[in-house]
């Protein structure tokens, strides 16, 4: 079983050394949003699809992430006017839940509409089964993300994926 995704973003958040002179007040406030987060998804019949750092967490360890990834349809995304969007194009919006960010990869697009239909599973976290993507999901994903990271110049995160020779 993997750890609550509360924790999971809080901890990334606390042991990233960038963040050590930011102090995080009520970090079981901040854990406590991310729960509701995830009830509201629910309660409202959000069809949702989990990726990015915290999916990944529950196949391998050893990674930290700080925000939460979900492949939505902007319908979704309307009955979620919690979320503040700071941040959107054609294929992406960055919005924040209370202090928690969120990458939103929209479902028209066909790569994350097929994701959402053909590479789903659940998967636990803590006592809550989440939608999550599976492992050939990530990976289709990560190559998706690949060029993309090249062109915007961001040669230190593409080299992770390189061979290590």
Request: aromatic share 10%; proline share 2%; net charge negative.
């Given at each position: 079983?993997v750890?609550?995704?509360?924790?999971?973003?809080?901890?990334?958040?606390?042991?990233?050394?960038?963040n050590?002179?930011?102090?995080?007040?009520?970090?079981?406030?901040f854990?406590?949003?991310?729960d509701?987060?995830?009830?509201?998804?629910?309660?409202?019949?959000?069809?949702?699809?989990?990726?990015?750092?915290?999916?990944?967490?529950?196949?391998?360890?050893?990674?930290?992430t700080?925000?939460?990834?979900?492949?939505?349809?902007?319908?979704?995304?309307?009955?979620?006017p919690?979320?503040?969007?700071?941040?959107?194009?054609?294929?992406?919006?960055?919005?924040?839940?209370?202090?928690?960010?969120?990458?939103?990869?929209?479902?028209?697009?066909?790569?994350?509409?097929?994701?959402?239909?053909?590479?789903?599973?659940?998967?636990?976290?803590?006592?809550?089964?989440?939608?999550?993507?599976?492992?050939?999901?990530?990976?289709?994903?990560?190559?998706?993300?690949?060029?993309?990271?090249?062109?915007?110049?961001?040669?230190?995160?593409?080299?992770?994926?390189?061979?290590?020779?």
């Amino acid at each position: 079983m993997v750890t609550e995704i509360g924790e999971i973003v809080r901890n990334g958040i606390l042991f990233d050394v960038k963040n050590w002179n930011n102090k995080m007040n009520n970090s079981d406030d901040f854990v406590q949003s991310i729960d509701r987060l995830f009830d509201v998804l629910e309660e409202r019949n959000i069809n949702y699809v989990l990726v990015g750092g915290v999916a990944l967490l529950s196949y391998v360890e050893g990674r930290n992430t700080q925000d939460i990834d979900l492949i939505l349809s902007t319908s979704e995304l309307e009955a979620l006017p919690e979320i503040i969007v700071s941040d959107r194009n054609q294929d992406f919006i960055r919005g924040q839940w209370n202090r928690l960010q969120i990458d939103i990869l929209l479902a028209q697009n066909e790569l994350f509409k097929k994701m959402t239909q053909h590479y789903v599973t659940d998967r636990q976290f803590g006592d809550r089964s989440v939608r999550c993507v599976t492992v050939e999901g990530l990976v289709i994903l990560k190559f998706y993300a690949l060029p993309s990271l090249y062109r915007q110049g961001q040669f230190d995160r593409a080299s992770i994926y390189s061979d290590p020779k």
